[in-house]
């Protein structure tokens, strides 16, 4: 190991805390693990406040090299600015803060601070790259894309009428719209399991709750699903729903095309990259009628279920790897 593959990874509080699963501390940690594996040694940091932040920062070297999560990086600008006068940093950024409806004015100009001082910002998406430069936050040449892998697992085996959604219970992914499509579906035959956090929004978490309470049992939230529950989830599932209202590029998706499992989703963000290799139907964001639409033809037209699953089942083999994430990663900061 040599002093050029020594590197700090300071990200938010609660990484590993697995009542608190996201999809950015979920990459987070195949980052750090998957870099390790690779002969670097990563210093993990969690950053509680901003004196965390400083404390962790002015540690670096100078030329060293410390990866930042994009929130943190937001939340305290001012460090990163200090850091970036001595060390490479590189910032990590899972979302575009100004690009979600009701963002904070700090988060913005936070973001916007962080980003213009960091060495090297890596996208998780095309479509977040993309919007960095629209909106004149990054200029490309600092840019990489490491889009995140997927999970390997058994094919899925659900039926027509078992529905998933995965994801954190917030606004922006849309969990209220699932449930007001799935109002209007109440003769078919469906059952819906909700899998996520419920503790980033819990004044919306308690409204998806009542209104879940309206359908028992057919639709059932669980929290968080932890590794062999989320595994059997998606082996009981026949079909992902994905209803986000903004989203860089949904690592349950890719994790459904791991298993071949089929994906109605919002054409949003970072979606329709994500869908790529087929397998899904994409629908109008924040449209209840057009979701109801969808699956209502999923659940009614077997020509169509069989074409989507026929898709699914190639997009399987296609789908990313953590490694290739990893890798690209690697090669970033190497580069650095």
Request: charged share 25%.
């Given at each position: 190991?040599?002093?050029?593959?020594v590197?700090r990874?300071?990200?938010?509080?609660?990484?590993n805390?697995?009542?608190?699963?996201?999809?950015?501390?979920?990459?987070?940690?195949?980052?750090?693990?998957?870099?390790?594996?690779?002969?670097w040694d990563?210093?993990?940091?969690?950053?509680?406040?901003?004196?965390?932040?400083?404390?962790?920062?002015?540690?670096?070297?100078?030329?060293?090299?410390?990866?930042v999560?994009?929130?943190?990086?937001?939340?305290?600008?001012?460090?990163?600015?200090?850091?970036?006068?001595?060390?490479?940093?590189?910032?990590l950024?899972?979302?575009?803060?100004?690009?979600?409806?009701?963002?904070?004015?700090?988060?913005?100009?936070g973001?916007?601070?962080s980003?213009?001082?960091?060495?090297?910002?890596i996208?998780?998406?095309?479509?977040?790259?993309a919007?960095?430069?629209?909106?004149?936050?990054v200029?490309?040449?600092?840019?990489?894309?490491?889009?995140p892998?997927?999970?390997?697992?058994?094919?899925s085996?659900?039926?027509?009428g078992?529905?998933l959604?995965?994801?954190?219970?917030?606004r922006?992914?849309?969990?209220?719209l699932?449930?007001?499509?799935?109002?209007?579906?109440?003769e078919?035959?469906w059952?819906?399991t909700?899998?996520?956090?419920p503790?980033?929004?819990r004044?919306?978490?308690r409204q998806?709750?009542?209104?879940?309470?309206?359908f028992?049992?057919?639709?059932?939230?669980?929290?968080?699903?932890?590794?062999?529950?989320?595994?059997?989830a998606?082996?009981?599932?026949?079909?992902?729903?994905?209803?986000?209202r903004?989203e860089?590029?949904?690592?349950?998706?890719?994790?459904?095309?791991?298993?071949?499992?089929?994906?109605?989703?919002?054409?949003?963000g970072?979606?329709?990259?994500?869908?790529s290799g087929g397998?899904a139907?994409?629908?109008?964001?924040?449209?209840?009628?057009?979701?109801a639409?969808?699956?209502?033809?999923?659940?009614t037209?077997?020509?169509?279920?069989?074409r989507?699953?026929?898709?699914?089942?190639?997009a399987?083999?296609?789908?990313?790897?953590?490694?290739?994430?990893?890798?690209r990663?690697?090669r970033l900061?190497?580069?650095?």
């Amino acid at each position: 190991m040599t002093h050029d593959r020594v590197a700090r990874f300071v990200v938010p509080e609660g990484v590993n805390d697995p009542e608190r699963v996201s999809g950015g501390n979920v990459y987070d940690r195949r980052l750090r693990d998957g870099l390790a594996a690779l002969g670097w040694d990563i210093a993990m940091h969690e950053a509680s406040d901003a004196d965390a932040v400083a404390a962790a920062l002015d540690d670096v070297p100078s030329r060293g090299t410390v990866l930042v999560d994009g929130l943190v990086a937001a939340w305290h600008p001012g460090a990163i600015e200090a850091a970036a006068s001595r060390a490479r940093v590189v910032v990590l950024a899972h979302m575009v803060a100004s690009a979600f409806a009701g963002a904070d004015a700090a988060s913005i100009e936070g973001e916007r601070r962080s980003l213009g001082h960091a060495t090297r910002v890596i996208a998780t998406s095309n479509w977040t790259a993309a919007e960095f430069v629209r909106r004149g936050l990054v200029d490309e040449r600092r840019l990489t894309v490491a889009a995140p892998g997927s999970v390997d697992g058994p094919l899925s085996q659900g039926g027509v009428g078992e529905l998933l959604c995965v994801g954190a219970v917030a606004r922006h992914k849309g969990q209220d719209l699932l449930l007001e499509a799935l109002g209007g579906l109440r003769e078919l035959e469906w059952s819906c399991t909700i899998a996520g956090s419920p503790e980033v929004d819990r004044d919306f978490t308690r409204q998806i709750t009542e209104k879940a309470s309206t359908f028992a049992p057919r639709v059932r939230m669980t929290g968080v699903l932890r590794s062999a529950a989320l595994v059997d989830a998606y082996w009981r599932s026949g079909l992902l729903v994905a209803p986000s209202r903004t989203e860089s590029f949904g690592m349950a998706i890719a994790d459904a095309q791991r298993r071949g499992l089929p994906v109605i989703a919002a054409a949003v963000g970072g979606i329709p990259e994500a869908v790529s290799g087929g397998g899904a139907l994409l629908v109008k964001p924040d449209d209840v009628d057009a979701l109801a639409d969808a699956l209502r033809s999923w659940m009614t037209d077997p020509i169509l279920r069989a074409r989507l699953r026929a898709e699914a089942s190639r997009a399987r083999r296609r789908a990313p790897r953590w490694a290739d994430t990893v890798a690209r990663v690697d090669r970033l900061l190497e580069a650095a």
